[in-house]
């Protein structure tokens, strides 16, 4: 079964809206969290490592103010996508790393954001 | 920058037959290699990895060669099914971290 979760699996918005994604890894504690970014047929761009109990490091031009994360818990790290517009209208999938190397790492199901 | 590079967006085989899926990578700190398969609206799910200190890993019907003084893997699954379809992900990490840079994706459709 499914060992990480994203709310919602589909947000449909209308443009200067707040959106928010949530992340939670089901059976196990992440202190770090990762958010990609998927256009289609396209690769995932990694956009931040959600780090909990501090901030959260981008990736280089993704802005800040505009992708929020908030890492609340040992299983829970947020997104929020402020003053969307149509072209923040994506894929974005959350992965948790559930200790050892690379690959014991797990993917959410992702999240289809359209903003109209 | 693109340092994960999948430069065949599709590939087509018979069931029963090789798929060949090929990746390069440009940066020299890469030291860890995966492939993962995806479904639409879906997250990736791990197939299989490689150290650099190996240049093959094979499990079942997935084998990943590794070619650094290339910079290129191959994914190969073999014998091809149906279930296989789907688009599959090259990515690379250093030194073993989590942060992934993934390719493109190459859809397969295998066909029956």
């Known amino acids: 079964g499914a060992v990480v979760s994203q709310h919602p699996s589909r947000v449909i918005c209308k443009s200067g809206t707040s959106v928010k994604i949530e992340c939670r890894s089901l059976?196990?504690?992440?202190?770090?969290m990762f958010w990609y970014r998927q256009f289609p047929k396209q690769s995932l761009m990694l956009m931040a490592t959600?780090?909990?109990?501090?901030?959260?490091?981008?990736e280089q031009g993704v802005e800040k103010d505009k992708f929020l994360i908030n890492h609340a818990s040992l299983t829970l790290s947020t997104l929020t996508v402020t003053s969307a517009h149509p072209e923040d209208s994506s894929f974005y999938i959350c992965?948790?790393?559930?200790?050892?190397?690379?690959?014991?790492?797990?993917f959410g199901p992702g999240t289809r954001l359209t903003v109209l | 920058d693109q340092q994960v590079k999948q430069n065949s967006p599709s590939l087509s085989v018979q069931e029963g037959r090789i798929s060949i899926l090929n990746c390069d990578y440009t940066?020299?700190?890469?030291?860890?290699f995966l492939w993962y398969k995806k479904y639409p609206a879906e997250g990736p799910t791990f197939l299989i990895s490689?150290?650099?200190?190996?240049d093959k890993n094979e499990d079942g019907r997935f084998t990943v060669f590794l070619n650094k003084s290339a910079k290129h893997l191959s994914l190969h699954i073999v014998p091809s099914q149906p279930g296989d379809s789907a688009v599959y992900f090259c990515?690379?990490?250093?030194?073993?971290?989590?942060?992934?840079?993934f390719g493109a994706g190459t859809t397969v459709t295998v066909r029956a």
């Open positions: 990515a690379a990490s250093a030194s073993n971290d989590y942060k992934l840079s």
């Open positions: 992965s948790a790393p559930r200790g050892g190397p690379a690959d014991t790492q797990y």
């Open positions: 490689i150290s650099s200190i190996k």
């Open positions: 959600s780090n909990e109990g501090s901030k959260a490091t981008y």
């Open positions: 059976d196990f504690q992440a202190t770090t």
């Open positions: 940066n020299s700190m890469f030291d860890y």
